[in-house]
């Protein structure tokens, strides 16, 4: 490295990084999956907002604060980083439910770019899912969203 180099690009700060609770987990993933084509849709972003309403694993959360944090740690780490420093916080019996909403997450605008077609595939992989239960989730998924989507 030169000394240029050195002057207009110094090193970064290291990030060290874990998930605090399985709900930032899951926020952490679910974000990552959802950014991962640079591309966050209103419908989307809609469906994220329902999803922590509705689970009780978001309830007494700051989810506002929890959104920032994670959307920074996105941009700071890459969807893939993020998603592999998250996933030992999420329980196991609770890693087919993550999935499942995830992809509903992804199906959300009715598009499924590839970006997010490679992340679901990384994601099943990361969360250590055996392939036929990943297969069936998204089976059931696209028939649900039967004439909402474009593959």
Not at 92 to 98: A, F, I, Q, V
């Amino acid at each position: 490295m030169g000394l240029f180099d050195t002057v207009l690009k110094p090193t970064q700060p290291t990030i060290t990084y874990i998930p605090k609770s399985e709900p930032e987990a899951w926020l952490a993933i679910m974000f990552s999956c959802m950014a991962v084509d640079d591309d966050i849709s209103e419908a989307e972003t809609n469906k994220l907002s329902q999803i922590m309403v509705a689970k009780t694993l978001f309830h007494n959360i700051d989810k506002v604060a929890l959104y920032e944090k994670v959307m920074t740690l996105q941009l700071q780490l890459g969807s893939k980083e993020l998603i592999d420093r998250s996933v030992e916080k999420v329980a196991e019996e609770n890693k087919p439910t993550l999935f499942a909403l995830i992809v509903e997450l992804l199906l959300a605008d009715g598009i499924l770019a590839d970006k997010e077609k490679e992340i679901t595939d990384y994601l099943a992989s990361a969360l250590d899912l055996e392939e036929n239960v990943a297969r069936k989730i998204i089976e059931v998924i696209l028939i649900k969203n039967k004439d909402n989507i474009q593959l």
